[in-house]
């Protein structure tokens, strides 16, 4: 019981922290390399 309330706690972390990292490394690449970093992003 006590290790699925630790994995929901880790699980609702990176739900909240990869959207913002995508958001973020989006808008550090600037228009002329947002190509290559949404297809950096969907290697993952």
Known sequence: MLL??????INLGV???VPVM???VM???GPS???MAGATLNVN
């Open 4 to 9: 699925e309330i630790i994995f929901s706690i």
């Open 22 to 24: 995508t958001a973020i």
């Open 33 to 35: 390399y947002a190509n």
């Open 15 to 17: 739900g909240v922290t």
């Open 27 to 29: 808008q550090a690449a």
